[in-house]
């Protein structure tokens, strides 16, 4: 609410807001209207890989599983919702959306620092709280909305429905908080929901050439390359330990790669057919390097 400070002379009195009042002020004669602001993801502070539309409105990964990191372009009130539709999705990777809220002020970030993930990276730097949200709820049209109590717990819903559900505990309200959302994974981009303005659809995919196993090839040798000792991009707890072969993606776990492989036994980055998992050892790193995208040779690592 505006309250206002007295002053000992006769200069007029400055109206202060709290913070989650953030607001337009707009000056007709000696009368000050209130405006507030539309909520929209903020404009400079975001992903490598995010194109935002004209309105601020639409969020869209251009390419690979990650970088997809946006925030709201103001503070965002206690139960206040934040509401998302997911426009589009690719169903080459796995995992999708992630929702939070952070105590730092997205205009006081460089975008340039910001890590690939949300979860663990941007939580493990601290100020920020997030969490995955369940794969039933990251399909595409899916409507998604999540929101902060007094008590500090994040709930959320889906598809306007009444069930609410716990995502998040212990997140500080007494400070400004800026929504955090990851177009992770599954999620190609989302669609910031308001009540206030017609929902007008305006996504326009501009699909890029793909090889046969549906990736490009200098992708895959990067993702080799900056992956190994990496966090697994499954459980996101252990390191990344194996290759895929045969084409050689190298960011998971052991046990999530055996668990691949028993399952779909499709590559998670991918989709290409899994034909065998290999543990990479300091041996192994050597050699596939050597060997990269040439032929094999007969040798076989030692026992």
């Known amino acids: 609410m505006c309250t206002k400070t007295p002053r000992q002379d006769n200069t007029p009195c400055m ?28 404009p400079d502070t975001k992903g490598s890989q995010i194109i935002l539309d004209a309105s601020q409105y639409i969020a869209t990964r251009a390419a690979t599983f990650h970088d997809g990191i946006v925030f709201s372009n103001r503070p965002i009130k206690v139960n206040e919702k934040v509401t998302l539709e997911i426009l589009k999705e690719d169903g080459r990777w796995f995992g999708g959306l992630r929702l ?4 730092e002020h997205p205009s006081l970030m460089n975008s340039g620092d910001l890590p690939p993930h ?29 929101w902060v109590n007094r008590k500090g717990c994040v709930f959320f819903s889906a598809n306007y429905e009444s069930d609410d559900y716990l995502l998040l505990e212990d997140v500080p309200v007494k400070k400004p908080l800026w929504a955090v959302m990851d177009i992770y994974g599954r999620t190609k981009a989302v669609q910031l929901v308001d009540p206030s303005r017609p929902n007008k659809r305006t996504y326009e995919s501009s699909p890029k050439p793909l090889n046969a196993a549906g990736q490009n090839e200098s992708l895959c040798r990067n993702f080799f390359e900056e992956s190994i000792g990496k966090e697994c991009a499954v459980c996101l707890y252990r390191n990344a330990s194996t290759v895929m072969l045969p084409c050689c993606h190298a960011n998971f776990c052991f ?44 040798s076989q690592p030692p026992p």
Request: include cysteine.
């Open 15 to 42: 109206p202060q807001f709290h913070w989650a009042e953030f607001v337009l002020m707009k000056v007709s004669g000696d009368c000050t209207q209130v405006l507030h602001v539309p909520l929209a993801f903020h």
């Open 255 to 298: 046990c999530c790669s055996a668990r691949i492989l028993s399952s779909s036994s499709c590559c998670p980055l991918c989709r290409q057919k899994v034909e065998k998992i290999l543990c990479i050892s300091g041996w192994l790193e050597k050699r596939i390097h050597a060997n990269w995208m040439g032929e094999v040779n007969d």
């Open 118 to 146: 949300a979860c663990p990276d941007l939580v493990r730097k601290g100020k920020c709280w997030a969490s995955v949200l369940p794969d039933q709820y990251v399909g595409e049209s899916t409507t998604v909305s999540f």
């Open 100 to 103: 939070g809220f952070t105590s």
